[in-house]
């Protein structure tokens, strides 16, 4: 167990709905990373928040957005959805800003769009 | 960005061979070179890092070689066990994208016994 917390583990929904998932990092980190896994593209940086802001952005389409709150938990928002977009969705935490700390992922949340 | 290439797509070895995974990267300010090994429907693992200021990092049957100046750097296993059956990711921490890793697309090691 990474200490890394997502929700939901599974998720089934149709094109053109919006989805939220939800990340609890480890305790004491700071920094937050979602990733997109989906078959032919490997692991994609999609977007970090270190300490509730917007620190670095990846491939992150624009229907696409997050947030982390004061309480240091993240959402992964996602709109408009495509059948494209069903993936395993990564979220990962470190604790700092620093590049070099370990970065630790979590379980992942399957995305299937129908 | 960062571009990291990683290599061969595929491995398939033998009980007790070594396994050999390369990568390189473009951003010759990366600093951090961590691998990760994934199981089937699992999350990614950190299994061994090196950083920038050491050319070469072992840990029992693991070890990671770096070449800044030519900006690629490899995966070692050796007497591999089925157990080491997993995909493995490659990955570096380039400017512009924070401290994310950016990873390369994965190698499948098959192990047969």
């Known amino acids: 167990d990474s200490g890394v917390t997502q929700t939901p583990k599974h998720l089934i929904t149709a094109t053109g709905q919006r989805v939220t998932l939800r990340c609890s990092p480890r305790s004491g980190d700071l920094s937050v990373y979602w990733y997109q896994q989906s078959l032919d593209q490997g692991l994609q940086f999609l977007i970090q928040y270190y300490n509730g802001e917007e620190r670095a952005k990846g491939n992150i389409l624009e229907r696409f957005s997050a947030q982390q709150f004061p309480d240091l938990h993240s959402e992964l928002n996602l709109s408009s959805l495509e059948l494209g977009d069903s993936a395993l969705y990564f979220c990962?935490?470190?604790?700092?800003?620093?590049?070099?700390?370990?970065?630790?992922f979590g379980e992942g949340s399957w995305l299937t769009v129908v | 960005g960062e571009n990291v290439e990683q290599h061969p797509s595929t491995l398939s070895v033998q009980e007790g061979d070594s396994a050999v995974i390369k990568c390189t990267y473009s951003d010759s300010a990366s600093n951090y070179f961590p691998w990760y090994k994934q199981e089937l429907g699992k999350r990614p693992q950190l299994i061994i890092d090196i950083r920038s200021n050491v050319g070469e990092k072992k840990d029992q049957r693991i070890a990671v070689t770096l070449n800044k100046t030519a900006k690629h750097f490899s995966l070692h296993i050796t007497e591999t066990q089925p157990e080491d059956s997993a995909v493995y990711f490659c990955?570096?921490?380039?400017?512009?994208?924070?401290?994310?890793?950016?990873f390369g697309k994965g190698t499948t090691l098959s192990v047969s016994s």
């Open positions: 990962a935490s470190s604790v700092d800003g620093v590049s070099g700390n370990t970065i630790y």
């Open positions: 990955a570096a921490t380039p400017r512009g994208a924070g401290t994310a890793l950016i």
